[in-house]
């Protein structure tokens, strides 16, 4: 199944930047994509961005275009996202995860990180 590792959340003012890193580690296989989806208290979760592992086509939701950027290291075999320009309701846990279909199917992805607090002060 393997597992993902999530590091780098904290908290920063409104207009700050940082940056998300997940390690992955005891993958038996390949999984096709894998990608950042957070939850915010009392919010349903959402796809934040996914990257496929064959070709690195990226997605990335509409409330996140042009301030956020997923990249990966495959020798590393990370995964970051590269957050600018940050919002107040950008606050919420940052989950790593990974699966085999595609990135529009993101929520459905079989494996889950722990998560990382993000939490931007206006």
């Known amino acids: 199944q393997g597992q993902l590792d999530e590091s780098g959340g904290g908290l920063v003012q409104a207009g700050g930047s940082l940056r998300l890193s997940c390690a992955a580690s005891g993958f038996t296989s390949d999984y096709y994509a894998i990608g950042w989806v957070r939850q915010a208290p009392g919010k349903e979760r959402e796809g934040v961005s996914c990257i496929t592992s064959s070709d690195g086509s990226t997605y990335y939701a509409d409330s996140v275009k042009g301030r956020f950027t997923i990249s990966r290291d495959n020798a590393k075999k990370t995964v970051y996202l590269e957050m600018n320009s940050l919002k107040p309701e950008d606050t919420a846990v940052y989950y790593c995860?990974?699966?085999?279909?595609?990135?529009?199917?993101?929520?459905?992805?079989?494996?889950w990180g722990q998560g990382t607090q993000v939490t931007v002060s206006s």
């Open positions: 995860t990974a699966g085999q279909r595609g990135c529009h199917q993101q929520l459905d992805f079989g494996t």
